[in-house]
């Protein structure tokens, strides 16, 4: 999200992730968006249908206010666009664009309202909010910053039900496609280092669902039994504060939970039993991570931390793979880079290229498989407050979605060429959903379904 000096004032972004055991398949015909940035990690096949151009007027196919704050992700099944949100008892603090210092009052406010945690279906076809459900109604258990909201870990759905955890309450819950809720588990909700909230999404993947909570008492990653909600296990972990989803990174050789965090990625068999582990990591980490040629990418990036690392790295590890000093590649690290980092975006791969959207309003370009830079930093837009939501791309073009509500669309290639800017005039920080022609696009207090004007 935002933020000025280092550590101790840090800001994390909290544009909420989540994980599928889909997640990175590469592009992929988007019939479903089961989590946050879809199978294909922000990437689906090429379709002249999904739209180019849109405003607040062009290209709608509708807009529905959404009650309450929250910065989760819209995900997609059949007829079902899912969405989270709390409505507070109180007054809510105005949030802030931009990066900046938050301070205390700001950085870790303690709003202590009752709020009522909310669960949305809006029909895909007219925008009607099919059902509500409240989770809960009780005050926050944690503080949170003065960006983040405390429903910005986005859902994740199978088709079946719909999962979601409120990182900020303590609850990990699922509901039945119809809106009954089929059962709800709490789990401990304790502040981070910074308490600036949290983020971190659930994951998802064969009949499990796996939450990671890191904070300054007791951090854990954990495993749920997807049908009863019963804990199956948990692996403490020596973690303050993170925001990063973990991810199922499914191979040739295993399955795996890799979860990045401030003090080392660590990586976990389906038993919760330690992989392997690697240092190297920075403050305020966020970025989900992404597979692509057989590499999986990991990052994080607060603004003038150093290092501020990617890091792409080959299945099979085990043991502790840290870079020894001065090295940047090893037998199960491709290649890594010490200061491309982004702090709140997550890294897109769009073909050959990884990209790299910096929250301050830059792009860059690198060779996803060498890690060799193709361009360096382009400065995407100078008035633009910052960037929360991470990147998509299709058809031959790169979305860049600034936190202004403006969506800076870029020719894919080895040379940067911004084509136009499509402007909707509200905060945005979570990331859209593509899907079967359209793009389902949050702001601050409505969900629009976009696509072109044949499509509606």
């Given at each position: 999200?935002?933020?000025?000096?280092?550590?101790?004032?840090?800001?994390?972004?909290?544009?909420?992730?989540?994980?599928?055991?889909?997640?990175?398949?590469?592009?992929?015909?988007?019939?479903?968006?089961?989590?946050?940035?879809?199978?294909?990690?922000?990437?689906?096949?090429?379709?002249?249908?999904?739209?180019?151009?849109?405003?607040?007027?062009?290209?709608?196919?509708?807009?529905?206010?959404?009650?309450?704050?929250?910065?989760?992700?819209?995900?997609?099944?059949?007829?079902?666009?899912?969405?989270?949100a709390a409505i507070s008892a109180g007054a809510e603090p105005t949030p802030i664009r931009g990066l900046y210092d938050p301070g205390d009052e700001h950085g870790k406010a303690r709003l202590s309202a009752p709020h009522r945690w909310m669960v949305y279906d809006v029909d895909f076809a007219t925008g009607r909010v099919r059902w509500s459900r409240e989770i809960r109604n009780a005050p926050a258990r944690v503080t949170r910053h003065i960006k983040n909201s405390f429903a910005s870990e986005t859902p994740v759905t199978d088709g079946e039900r719909v999962y979601v955890y409120f990182g900020s309450l303590g609850v990990v819950a699922a509901?039945?496609?119809?809106?009954?809720?089929?059962?709800?588990?709490?789990?401990?909700?304790?502040?981070?280092?910074?308490?600036?909230?949290?983020?971190?999404?659930?994951?998802?993947?064969?009949?499990?669902?796996?939450?990671?909570?890191?904070?300054?008492?007791?951090?854990?990653?954990?495993?749920?039994?997807?049908?009863?909600?019963?804990?199956?296990?948990?692996?403490?972990?020596?973690?303050?504060?993170?925001?990063?989803?973990?991810?199922?990174?499914?191979?040739?050789?295993?399955?795996?939970?890799?979860?990045?965090?401030?003090?080392?990625?660590?990586?976990?068999?389906?038993?919760?039993?330690?992989?392997?582990?690697?240092?190297?990591?920075?403050?305020?980490?966020?970025?989900?991570?992404?597979?692509?040629?057989?590499?999986?990418?990991?990052?994080?990036?607060?603004?003038?931390?150093?290092?501020?690392?990617?890091?792409?790295?080959?299945?099979?590890?085990?043991?502790?793979?840290?870079?020894?000093?001065?090295?940047?590649?090893?037998?199960?690290?491709?290649?890594?880079?010490?200061?491309?980092?982004?702090?709140?975006?997550?890294?897109?791969?769009?073909?050959?290229?990884?990209?790299?959207?910096?929250?301050?309003?830059?792009?860059?370009?690198?060779?996803?498989?060498?890690?060799?830079?193709?361009?360096?930093?382009?400065?995407?837009?100078?008035?633009?407050?910052?960037?929360?939501?991470?990147?998509?791309?299709?058809?031959?073009?790169?979305?860049?979605?600034?936190?202004?509500?403006?969506?800076?669309?870029?020719?894919?290639?080895?040379?940067?060429?911004?084509?136009?800017?499509?402007?909707?005039?509200?905060?945005?920080?979570?990331?859209?959903?593509?899907?079967?022609?359209?793009?389902?696009?949050?702001?601050?207090?409505?969900?629009?379904?976009?696509?072109?004007?044949?499509?509606?």
């Amino acid at each position: 999200m935002v933020l000025g000096r280092p550590a101790s004032c840090a800001v994390l972004l909290l544009t909420s992730t989540v994980a599928l055991a889909t997640q990175g398949r590469g592009q992929l015909a988007a019939a479903e968006w089961p989590g946050f940035r879809g199978a294909g990690a922000g990437t689906v096949a090429d379709d002249p249908a999904l739209p180019d151009r849109w405003s607040a007027t062009e290209n709608v196919v509708w807009r529905t206010p959404i009650a309450g704050y929250g910065w989760s992700s819209p995900v997609v099944w059949g007829d079902h666009v899912f969405v989270t949100a709390a409505i507070s008892a109180g007054a809510e603090p105005t949030p802030i664009r931009g990066l900046y210092d938050p301070g205390d009052e700001h950085g870790k406010a303690r709003l202590s309202a009752p709020h009522r945690w909310m669960v949305y279906d809006v029909d895909f076809a007219t925008g009607r909010v099919r059902w509500s459900r409240e989770i809960r109604n009780a005050p926050a258990r944690v503080t949170r910053h003065i960006k983040n909201s405390f429903a910005s870990e986005t859902p994740v759905t199978d088709g079946e039900r719909v999962y979601v955890y409120f990182g900020s309450l303590g609850v990990v819950a699922a509901l039945e496609m119809d809106g009954r809720v089929a059962w709800a588990t709490e789990v401990a909700a304790l502040d981070g280092r910074q308490g600036f909230g949290t983020a971190a999404s659930p994951v998802l993947h064969d009949g499990r669902l796996y939450v990671v909570h890191d904070n300054t008492t007791e951090s854990f990653l954990a495993a749920f039994d997807a049908r009863t909600g019963r804990e199956l296990w948990r692996a403490g972990r020596e973690e303050v504060e993170n925001w990063s989803t973990p991810f199922v990174w499914a191979h040739g050789r295993r399955t795996e939970i890799v979860t990045a965090g401030r003090g080392k990625i660590r990586s976990y068999g389906l038993d919760g039993a330690l992989l392997w582990e690697l240092g190297g990591m920075t403050v305020n980490t966020v970025p989900t991570p992404v597979t692509a040629h057989g590499l999986l990418y990991i990052t994080s990036g607060y603004p003038g931390a150093n290092p501020r690392p990617v890091y792409a790295i080959r299945p099979g590890a085990s043991g502790d793979i840290t870079l020894a000093p001065g090295a940047t590649s090893s037998e199960f690290i491709a290649w890594y880079q010490p200061l491309l980092g982004t702090y709140n975006t997550s890294p897109l791969v769009y073909g050959d290229y990884y990209y790299t959207l910096l929250d301050r309003g830059f792009l860059l370009c690198h060779d996803a498989r060498t890690g060799e830079q193709v361009y360096g930093r382009r400065r995407i837009s100078a008035s633009a407050s910052g960037f929360t939501a991470s990147p998509w791309a299709y058809n031959g073009r790169i979305f860049l979605l600034s936190e202004d509500g403006e969506t800076f669309v870029v020719e894919a290639g080895r040379e940067y060429r911004l084509l136009h800017t499509n402007t909707l005039d509200e905060m945005t920080l979570a990331t859209p959903a593509i899907v079967r022609g359209s793009l389902i696009l949050r702001t601050q207090s409505a969900l629009y379904r976009i696509a072109r004007r044949a499509q509606g």
